[in-house]
């Protein structure tokens, strides 16, 4: 009989990161001729942000605690795990991707989880062996927000003025336009240009069926300072299950494997969020609900879901539950060709169940996404030559996926939920990597891997995104003695294949139409990336001094380009880690 205990408490205090964007928005060409700011510069891979939240914060404490058990009994080993894990973190950012102060959010995120493992390994028994067991999961997580009455997100007091010289300004061009095109003695072609200038603004903005003047107008009239959602919500997980796989060793040189495992999970989202909003109705709201008798009224009971920003989250006070099931799958079948040679296949089934999104959606019915289910077929080989000097690995696989989970956000870029693709997510690719030892010193490694999605449409949510298609990936090692210990160095170089980044995908009718500035028009292509890496330094048993870059050639390149704000108008921008250096000591009591 063994035990192995485990105690882990962690405790994290980090100021990082700001999300950058570029000043395209009419909003802050607005905000820098009042005086507000400091304005992002033009320069969007300069990696200098402004953010009006103060540096975003995230705070994180975590108890992790274990126990594994194992029997060494007659004909295999008893195994009996248990753990359990708490944390509690929060998180504040700017809300607008800029220096104005439009919207803040703070959230405070608790969680706790419990689990269970009994399994039996068996010992070789005749020709076979096999594994099984009982796994039960019970797990809580929460999202709350971390301000007044659980307030999340907050409008700040840059909104008005800003979206107040918008509509002045909007309504002084209209004004404009219409005198040249009362003023008799004006030119043709100056009345052309200004009834085409007129028509642009008074024509609905595409995708809606109101005009920018409407819009403005209408968010201006129900918003203010210190607006707020509140939210507490809290999502229950317990999944229980069986699993079982066997080993047949048919011969010396040929085997093959069988597994299943029965899945049952219950899931309950219990979701609370509502608009907070402060003051009365004025004049100007009240004239634009075409009802003088509102003035005075608390903003909170005449405007409720009709607030335009509950798209972040819309009100919601309800429990939500569902019940999945799922029975997977596995097979393989390996071959020895020689002591050096190895040829397999594989066939599996995957599950993934469904949930509760904390904002329903754009058209306020998308609360639920359903499970995903995943078979894969996979051929490989696994081979070394030259007394183990040249080692080559690969594998091709063909993944279908039904129901695909994916995120998104909505295309006013207010909010963002998880959904299901329409059709099938096909996943066709090949993994190779080889190690090459040139010298009993000197070490090759190279990798290449490459994924074919079939181009589905558009629509279908189904492509391989945020992933590059090719990627490869070449790097040396090398070592040689000093002292009592070795000196040891490393160089790399990969390359990631072009890649969308965009939080839509780039050639959708929705992102080109909202979200790619006309100054920028990168932001509807894909991308691909180098980098260069490299380590040295010197170890022994007992100690260890090195230093490592990555990125060295300092590559600034962006992660994901998020939706247009609907606050401040302006692309969230973020990115990879620039060029980074790190020494580090590592000592072995």
Request: charged letters at 15%; one cysteine or more; aromatic letters at 10%.
């Given at each position: 009989?063994?035990?192995v205990?485990?105690?882990?408490?962690?405790?994290k205090?980090?100021?990082?990161?700001?999300?950058d964007?570029?000043?395209?928005?009419?909003q802050m060409?607005?905000a820098?001729?009042l005086g507000?700011g400091p304005?992002n510069g033009?320069?969007?891979?300069?990696?200098?942000?402004?953010t009006?939240?103060?540096?975003?914060?995230f705070?994180l404490?975590?108890?992790l605690?274990?126990?594994?058990?194992?029997?060494?009994?007659e004909?295999g080993t008893?195994?009996?795990?248990?753990?359990?894990?708490?944390?509690d973190s929060?998180?504040s950012w700017?809300?607008?991707?800029?220096a104005?102060?439009?919207?803040?959010?703070?959230?405070n995120n608790p969680?706790e989880?419990f689990t269970?493992?009994?399994?039996f390994?068996?010992?070789m028994?005749g020709n076979?062996e096999?594994?099984?067991?009982?796994?039960f999961?019970?797990?809580?997580?929460s999202?709350?927000g971390a301000?007044?009455?659980?307030?999340?997100?907050?409008?700040?007091?840059?909104?008005t003025?800003?979206?107040?010289?918008?509509?002045q300004?909007?309504q002084g061009q209209?004004?404009s336009?219409?005198?040249?095109?009362?003023?008799?003695n004006a030119?043709a072609a100056a009345?052309?240009?200004?009834?085409?200038?007129l028509?642009?603004?008074l024509s609905p903005v595409?995708?809606t069926?109101?005009n920018?003047?409407?819009?403005v107008?209408g968010f201006l009239?129900?918003?203010q300072?210190?607006d707020a959602?509140s939210q507490?919500m809290?999502?229950?997980?317990k999944?229980s299950?069986v699993f079982?796989?066997m080993?047949v060793?048919?011969?010396d040189?040929?085997?093959?494997t069988?597994g299943?495992?029965?899945t049952s999970e219950?899931k309950?989202?219990d979701l609370?969020?509502?608009?907070?909003?402060?003051g009365?109705v004025?004049?100007?709201?009240?004239?634009?609900l075409?009802?003088p008798?509102?003035i005075?009224a608390?903003r909170?009971?005449v405007?409720g879901?009709?607030?335009?920003?509950s798209s972040?989250?819309?009100?919601?006070?309800?429990v939500f539950t569902?019940?999945?099931?799922s029975?997977?799958?596995?097979?393989?079948?390996?071959?020895?060709?020689?002591e050096?040679?190895?040829?397999y296949a594989?066939?599996?089934?995957?599950y993934?169940?469904?949930?509760?999104?904390s904002?329903?959606?754009?058209?306020?019915m998308i609360r639920g996404?359903q499970p995903?289910e995943?078979e894969?077929f996979?051929?490989?080989i696994k081979?070394r030559?030259?007394?183990?000097k040249?080692?080559?690995n690969?594998?091709?696989?063909?993944?279908?996926?039904?129901?695909?989970?994916?995120?998104?956000?909505?295309?006013?870029?207010?909010g963002r939920?998880v959904a299901?693709s329409t059709v099938?997510?096909?996943r066709?690719?090949?993994?190779?990597n080889?190690v090459?030892?040139?010298r009993?010193n000197?070490?090759?490694n190279?990798?290449?891997l490459t994924?074919?999605?079939?181009?589905?449409?558009?629509s279908s949510?189904a492509?391989n995104r945020?992933?590059p298609?090719?990627?490869?990936?070449?790097g040396l090692s090398h070592?040689?003695p000093?002292?009592?210990?070795?000196?040891f160095?490393?160089?790399?170089?990969?390359?990631?294949?072009?890649y969308?980044?965009?939080?839509?995908?780039?050639r959708?009718?929705?992102w080109?139409a909202v979200?790619?500035p006309?100054?920028y028009?990168e932001?509807a292509r894909a991308s691909?990336?180098e980098f260069?890496?490299?380590?040295?330094?010197?170890?022994?048993d007992?100690l260890?001094?090195?230093?490592s870059v990555k990125?060295?050639?300092?590559?600034?390149?962006?992660?994901?380009?998020l939706?247009?704000?609907g606050?401040?108008?302006v692309n969230g921008l973020t990115?990879?880690t620039?060029?980074?250096h790190?020494?580090?000591?590592k000592?072995n009591?």
């Amino acid at each position: 009989m063994s035990y192995v205990f485990t105690h882990t408490e962690s405790s994290k205090d980090s100021t990082c990161c700001a999300v950058d964007s570029v000043p395209t928005s009419p909003q802050m060409t607005i905000a820098q001729s009042l005086g507000l700011g400091p304005i992002n510069g033009l320069n969007y891979k300069d990696y200098t942000f402004s953010t009006s939240a103060g540096t975003p914060g995230f705070t994180l404490d975590s108890t992790l605690t274990s126990l594994k058990v194992d029997q060494e009994r007659e004909n295999g080993t008893l195994t009996l795990v248990l753990a359990r894990n708490e944390y509690d973190s929060t998180r504040s950012w700017d809300g607008d991707h800029t220096a104005i102060n439009f919207a803040t959010v703070n959230t405070n995120n608790p969680g706790e989880s419990f689990t269970t493992e009994l399994r039996f390994s068996s010992n070789m028994i005749g020709n076979k062996e096999y594994t099984v067991g009982l796994f039960f999961s019970d797990s809580e997580y929460s999202e709350i927000g971390a301000g007044l009455d659980n307030r999340n997100i907050k409008i700040g007091n840059h909104f008005t003025p800003v979206w107040g010289a918008w509509l002045q300004s909007l309504q002084g061009q209209v004004a404009s336009l219409q005198a040249i095109l009362a003023n008799p003695n004006a030119p043709a072609a100056a009345k052309a240009q200004a009834q085409a200038g007129l028509s642009q603004l008074l024509s609905p903005v595409p995708g809606t069926t109101t005009n920018i003047l409407q819009q403005v107008g209408g968010f201006l009239a129900t918003t203010q300072e210190g607006d707020a959602i509140s939210q507490d919500m809290t999502w229950s997980d317990k999944t229980s299950a069986v699993f079982g796989r066997m080993t047949v060793h048919v011969s010396d040189s040929l085997r093959y494997t069988l597994g299943a495992r029965y899945t049952s999970e219950e899931k309950e989202a219990d979701l609370y969020a509502n608009t907070m909003l402060v003051g009365t109705v004025d004049a100007q709201l009240a004239g634009m609900l075409g009802n003088p008798q509102l003035i005075g009224a608390p903003r909170q009971a005449v405007l409720g879901n009709a607030w335009p920003y509950s798209s972040f989250m819309q009100n919601v006070n309800e429990v939500f539950t569902r019940d999945d099931s799922s029975t997977t799958w596995s097979a393989s079948i390996q071959k020895d060709l020689s002591e050096d040679i190895m040829i397999y296949a594989s066939a599996a089934t995957g599950y993934k169940a469904g949930g509760f999104n904390s904002t329903s959606g754009e058209d306020n019915m998308i609360r639920g996404y359903q499970p995903t289910e995943t078979e894969n077929f996979e051929i490989g080989i696994k081979s070394r030559f030259f007394d183990n000097k040249l080692q080559i690995n690969a594998t091709a696989f063909d993944m279908e996926t039904e129901a695909q989970q994916y995120v998104t956000q909505r295309a006013d870029g207010l909010g963002r939920l998880v959904a299901n693709s329409t059709v099938p997510a096909e996943r066709l690719g090949l993994d190779l990597n080889v190690v090459a030892k040139l010298r009993p010193n000197l070490t090759l490694n190279m990798s290449y891997l490459t994924i074919d999605d079939g181009a589905p449409a558009i629509s279908s949510n189904a492509q391989n995104r945020l992933t590059p298609d090719d990627a490869y990936t070449v790097g040396l090692s090398h070592f040689f003695p000093l002292g009592n210990g070795n000196v040891f160095s490393r160089i790399d170089y990969s390359y990631d294949g072009s890649y969308e980044y965009t939080a839509l995908p780039s050639r959708s009718p929705q992102w080109l139409a909202v979200s790619v500035p006309s100054a920028y028009p990168e932001f509807a292509r894909a991308s691909d990336n180098e980098f260069l890496n490299y380590k040295i330094g010197w170890r022994n048993d007992n100690l260890e001094l090195a230093y490592s870059v990555k990125n060295a050639t300092d590559n600034h390149y962006i992660r994901l380009i998020l939706q247009r704000s609907g606050v401040s108008g302006v692309n969230g921008l973020t990115y990879g880690t620039p060029e980074y250096h790190n020494f580090s000591i590592k000592y072995n009591f």
